[in-house]
């Protein structure tokens, strides 16, 4: 469910909101003044809705449509293809995903969500409160590159550009540009074709412009940071099992965990991953001290069936399961950093004949699916996780970037990498549902100028081409509601 603290924020701040304006337009003294100030603004409200329009822009939209007239009209040709295609392949992609999620909602167990192109986003819910700044950015900014492209085109097949404007509907923030809809009408259908599909056009460029952004973001961060080195600690969760004066801290650059290098964030997920699925790594411990050990053969059953021999309140001793010539069976409680710190990974016994002298390989003897992982972060001691692998993953954030000096920030290019991703993910979806044949996006007046430049000859009656239209526009409506309403339902209820 959407968390209760987010809905009173956005609740409240709307409230106040509406109750100023009701309170100014009321009042006999302020009236005038506070409507003249709105108007001269270019500001309307209404319920949950604040609207900006201006025509300052006017003159930056007309000379970026100016600007080289032949590669306009290729860029805008290009993007009139690709809204078209986008347009059909947009359909395939909600049926699909509307067939996955409708197959989650009939499984016992929500698997496979993650594989989902599209997915509904709630703030606080499905979206951490954390990144929400890089959320609404990348919004906004997915948002006027849509808006500019529709004005650039717009102007450059002679269509007059009013102004444009920028709004707020509930929490997200969106851009418009208003057209002069007479000049609108008397171009011909491509040429409409091209305004229309130039928005989802921008978006899909702005998608391919983040990604590439990301991929050089080492080589453009070269000379500031470095790569290759370790995954780079920037936050730990206070309290997580990866805290504390042994554990993991900011600065802090991991390089191996067990013996699974660590190159980077990537190889830290996919070390997790490997282990585990691996059977639990052993250590070779010298034979002489084992036999000191005096919890040799006094293990005794957990409850899920596992073994233990070292008492419930120590802090320090761990229990490990080993063979010998004589007995296959044998456990020991040690103390866990002493006997791990200089030891090597084994598997059997054979892993540990290496040395002159006598050892064998002892493994943790741990409840089901926890593992001992040896985290390598030089030049501090190693740290110890005793635990559920993921509760390691998500306990800490990490970067591959690697400052050179002293005083570059850590978390900038966290902060890059994020708000790329997040561009690459809105934009490419603002695109998708854009170019859906839907009443009221873009989608509805691509469909419309696209049936009127195709199907003039096959089908000369202009009612039965919009008849054909409404009946296309309304699966396409249909379609996307369902898509929002399930997905809305899938976050939200689950």
């Known amino acids: 469910m959407i968390p209760i603290p987010v809905v009173v924020c956005v609740m409240g701040g709307w409230c106040t909101v509406y109750l100023l304006d009701t309170a100014l337009r009321s009042s006999t003294s302020m009236k005038s003044s506070y409507e003249s100030w709105l108007t001269s603004n270019g500001l309307s409200l209404s319920p949950f809705h604040i609207r900006w329009h201006t025509s300052l822009f006017n003159r930056l939209f007309a000379r970026c449509s100016h600007f080289n007239p032949c590669f306009l009209y290729v860029w805008f040709s290009a993007g009139m293809v690709f ?34 192109v599209l997915q509904v986003v709630v703030p606080g819910v499905n979206l951490p409160v954390s990144q929400l700044a890089y959320f609404f950015i990348a919004i906004l900014v997915s948002g006027l590159i849509h808006e500019f492209g529709h004005g650039v085109a717009a102007l450059r ?13 509930v929490i997200y923030p969106g851009a418009f540009v208003d057209l002069f809809t007479t000049h609108l009408n008397l171009i011909s259908p491509v040429q409409q074709l091209r305004i229309f599909c130039a928005g989802v056009w921008h978006n899909f460029m702005l998608c391919v412009a983040a990604v590439c952004f990301l991929l050089l973001l080492p080589f453009l961060l070269f000379p500031f940071y470095y790569t290759g080195a370790g995954a780079l600690i920037t936050e730990v969760v206070e309290g997580s099992p990866s805290s504390g004066p042994r554990g993991l801290f900011v600065g802090d650059l991991v390089t191996r965990m067990e013996d699974c290098s660590v190159k980077g964030v990537e190889d830290w997920h996919s070390c997790i991953q490997q282990l585990s699925h691996q059977p639990q790594s052993g250590y070779c411990v010298p034979t002489a001290t084992l036999q000191l050990s005096r919890a040799a053969g006094r293990a005794y059953k957990r409850l899920d069936g596992t073994m233990e021999c070292c008492s419930n309140s120590s802090m320090t001793d761990l229990c490990f399961a080993y063979s010998n010539n004589l007995e296959s069976r044998l456990f020991a409680c040690l ?9 090597r990974t084994c598997r059997t016994n054979a892993d540990c004949q290496v040395d002159f002298s006598p050892s064998l390989c002892v493994i943790p003897s741990l409840e089901n699916q926890t593992r001992l992982i040896r985290v390598k972060h030089p030049p501090q001691a ?8 993921s509760h390691l993953q998500f306990s800490v954030s990490l970067t591959n970037f690697v400052p050179r000096l002293g005083f570059l920030h850590l978390d900038l290019p966290v902060m890059l990498e994020t708000l ?18 839907c ?12 049936l009127e430049a195709t199907l003039c000859s096959l089908i000369p009656e202009k009612s039965n081409r919009e008849l054909l239209g409404f009946f296309i526009l309304l699966g396409g409506s249909t379609l996307l509601a369902a898509n929002v309403a399930l997905g809305l339902w899938m976050v939200t209820a689950r």
């Open 420 to 437: 790329s991703k997040y561009l690459v993910s809105l934009s490419g979806a603002l695109a998708v549902v854009n170019a859906v044949p």
């Open 439 to 450: 009443f009221a996006l873009d989608g509805q007046w691509m469909l419309t100028a696209f």
């Open 157 to 169: 097949e002679q269509v007059r550009l009013n102004g444009f404007g920028m709004f707020m509907f």
């Open 335 to 343: 103390p866990a950093r002493k006997t791990i710190e200089a030891s």
């Open 83 to 116: 809204g078209i295609v986008a347009m059909f392949g947009s359909v395939v992609l909600l049926g699909r995903t509307l067939m996955q999620t409708l197959a989650h909602m009939m499984a016992e167990t929500p698997e496979g969500t993650h594989e989902q």
């Open 382 to 389: 190693d740290m110890l996780f005793v635990g559920y692998p």
